[in-house]
Nanobody, 114 residues
């Protein structure tokens, strides 16, 4: 079973940046497509970025050009660099496989507000 621990969230002003990290246990990480998801209050969880084991990436239209996903297979870690943050990016952010594993981490709260 994969265990996922997200970190790096916080409060940031509009236009600011944050870098999230997700540490994953288990050797499956290096052969799996990984993604960052987010869930805003009252909304469904959505997939915002994915990275393949080879490093190819794809993004939701809402974050394209502002967010960058990366991974370090040797460290079983996936990152999300978030720039030009907007209030609508406020959410709890989670990493998981794409499609997701059965279990989820606790997530990390990102709040964009002045």
């Amino acid at each position: 079973q994969v265990q996922l621990v997200e970190s790096g969230g916080g409060l940031v002003q509009p236009g600011g940046s944050l870098r999230l990290a997700c540490a994953a246990s288990g050797s499956i990480f290096s052969i799996y497509v990984m993604g960052w998801y987010r869930q805003a209050p009252g909304k469904q969880r959505e997939l915002v970025a994915v990275t393949t084991k080879g490093g190819s990436t794809d993004y939701a239209d809402s974050v394209k050009g502002r967010f960058t996903i990366g991974r370090d297979n040797a460290k079983n870690t996936v990152y999300l660099q978030m720039n030009s943050l907007k209030p609508e990016d406020t959410a709890v952010y989670y990493c998981n496989g794409a499609p997701p594993f059965d279990s989820w981490g606790q997530g990390t709260q990102v709040t964009v507000s002045s």
